[in-house]
């Protein structure tokens, strides 16, 4: 399991996202976060290589700073709808046009992650399906005042009031919610 993997290794999380510290604490990880400060921008078109490109750079960025005994952990997370990747919405505005065009369809939530640890370097994905129900404009307006929907990848959060809008979800839970544990744990076993 992976608290018995993780036993007595420092642990750092690339990450600011309470998401993240939160599945991180409820598997039985304690970890430093040490959020990377790296640019996030969309510059690869490819939704499966942007999630693992932005996550090894966040790792490399900490890795640099650290001792190489301590195993890092970097995340990326995006939604991926109709060949468009949407990361966290800029403001409210562009967080109602996510919104908009997630409403009655179905999309892609892609998580790129990355180890580092004694000098290696492992990365991967997975992506997940979500459907969404019909969402009206009243409804999205009050989605909006909760402040939920705007530090997160395609202006929802699965673990909050966005569960609302989810009719239906292929793959990992937890891929959605920004962190894909199963994944995590294979990755583990790989590199440990």
């Known amino acids: 399991m992976i608290h018995n993997l993780l036993k007595g290794k420092q642990v750092i999380l690339a990450s600011a996202s309470p998401r993240r510290k939160e599945i991180f604490d409820l598997i039985g990880i304690k970890a430093l976060q040490m959020p990377a400060e790296i640019e996030e921008d969309n510059c690869i078109a490819n939704p499966r290589k942007l999630v693992q490109f932005h996550a090894e750079n966040k790792a490399k960025s900490i890795s640099g700073k650290v001792d190489s005994e301590c195993l890092i ?112 744990y294979q990755m583990l076993k790989k590199i440990l």
């Open 73 to 184: 952990v970097a995340a990326d997370t995006i939604v991926y709808h109709n060949n468009k990747i949407m990361g966290k919405p800029v403001d409210k505005f562009e967080a109602a046009s996510f919104l908009t065009r997630l409403s009655g369809t179905f999309h892609y939530v892609y998580t790129g992650i990355s180890i580092s640890y004694k000098n290696q370097l492992l990365t991967d994905f997975t992506k997940s399906r979500v459907e969404f129900i019909q969402i009206s404009a009243k409804e999205i307006e009050d989605y909006l005042k909760t402040g939920e929907p705007l530090d997160k990848a395609g202006a929802y959060g699965i673990q909050g009031y966005g569960s609302q809008f989810i009719k239906k979800i292929s793959g990992c839970y937890f891929n959605v919610m920004g962190f894909p544990v199963s994944l995590f």
